[in-house]
C-alpha cells in the first residue's frame, strides 16, 4: 500500500498561475522528496527535504514539511507549459533496515495551459 | 537524461512466459533499486541493491527475482507472467544504499505487456 496520500489527484491551471499540491504520510520519515514524472517516462528528481527542515527553495519550488501533521506542499511559482506532468511525493522511512526504500505516493497531475 | 540505462524499452509477451529486464546504473552509483509502476498499484518498491548484495525488498513477487552483477549492472527476472504484471518497471540509482543521503535517479523504464 502506498504511505503517502497527494491531494488534489488533479490540478488545472493556466501559465503564470502558481500550483500547490499537498504529501501526507503515515509512518516516522528520515526525509522526503518530490518527483516529477512525463507522461509514461521515468522520474526525475526535484527535491529533497530532511525531517530537520521546515522549508526549502529551489529556483521556482518551495517544499514545506510539517513532521507533527505528516504533511508536505510543494508550490510551483509562475508555472509554465512544460511543467504539465504528474508529481509525487516519496519518504525515506527513519530507522530499521529500510535502507534506500521510497515509498512513493499517488501523484498529483498537473495540467498547465498556455 | 538521467544516466541510467534500461533494456529493453518495450516488452510484449504472453502469459506463462519469462522474461529480463536489463539497468545500467550511473556511473559511480553503486545502488540500483528496482520499481513497478501500474494503474492500480501506483509506484512501488521492489528490491534494493548496493554493491552486489540484496539490501531492501518490498512488495516483490516469489516469481520475480534480481541480481546485481559485478560491472554493477541489474537484471530483473520475471517468470509465469500473468496479465497483471503488465506495468513499467523502473530502474534507479543512487551513489549510496541510504535514502536518508540522497536521491535517486531513475531510468526510462520498461513497458511489459502481457496478452
Known amino acids: 500500500s502506498q504511505q503517502g496520500e497527494e491531494d488534489p489527484q488533479a490540478l488545472s491551471i493556466q501559465e503564470g498561475e502558481n500550483a500547490t499540491m499537498n504529501c501526507s504520510y503515515k509512518t516516522s520519515i528520515n526525509n522526503l522528496q518530490w518527483y516529477r514524472q512525463n507522461s509514461g517516462r521515468g522520474l526525475v528528481h526535484l527535491i529533497l527535504i530532511r525531517s530537520n527542515e521546515r522549508e526549502k527553495h529551489s529556483g521556482r519550488l518551495r517544499v514545506t514539511l510539517d513532521t507533527s501533521k505528516k504533511s508536505s506542499s510543494l508550490l510551483i511559482t509562475a508555472s509554465r507549459a512544460a511543467d504539465t506532468a504528474s508529481y509525487f511525493c516519496a519518504t525515506a522511512a527513519s530507522g530499521g533496515t529500510s535502507y534506500g526504500k521510497l515509498t512513493f505516493g499517488q501523484g498529483t497531475i498537473l495540467t498547465v495551459h498556455p | 537524461d538521467s544516466g541510467v540505462t534500461q533494456t529493453p524499452k518495450h516488452l510484449i509477451t504472453a502469459t506463462g512466459q519469462r522474461v529480463t529486464l536489463r539497468c545500467s546504473p550511473r556511473s559511480g552509483d553503486l545502488s540500483v533499486y528496482w520499481y513497478q509502476q501500474s494503474l492500480d498499484q501506483g509506484l512501488q518498491f521492489l528490491i534494493q541493491y548496493y554493491n552486489g548484495e540484496e539490501r531492501a525488498k518490498g512488495n516483490i513477487l516469489e516469481r520475480f527475482s534480481a541480481q546485481q552483477f559485478p560491472d554493477l549492472h541489474s537484471e530483473l527476472n520475471l517468470s509465469s507472467l500473468e496479465l497483471g504484471d503488465s506495468a513499467l518497471y523502473f530502474c534507479?540509482?543512487?551513489?549510496?544504499?541510504?535514502?536518508?543521503?540522497?536521491?535517486?535517479?531513475f531510468g526510462p523504464g520498461t513497458r511489459l505487456t502481457v496478452l
Open positions: 534507479a540509482s543512487s551513489v549510496v544504499g541510504l535514502a536518508v543521503y540522497n536521491e535517486q535517479f
